[in-house]
């Protein structure tokens, strides 16, 4: 899949990047339609950094989003494929690579 990827600071790219997740108990696999920008992106652009967390490796932009569930994993009950959901992540699943 395609994603805008801040290579680092001031260096942003719109390139190919491995989409080989597989979706665990309790997740959904979301196609975004929409992806928005927001303050966080555009200080790691500009600054690099935002206090401790400091972009040291390729990071993808753009955490709140819209998009439509494509699947939906074991113990879910709430969603379904085909649902149209609006996203913002705020709880980092720490053992992802992504
Ligand atoms: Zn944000």
Redesign the pocket.
Known sequence: MKAVVLEKQHEIAVREVENDLVVGPGQLRIAPHTV?I????VHYYTHGRIGRYVVEAPMILG??ASGTVLEVGEGVEDFAVGDRVAM?PGVPDLSSRA
């Open positions: 928005g927001c303050g966080s992106d955490h709140e913002e």
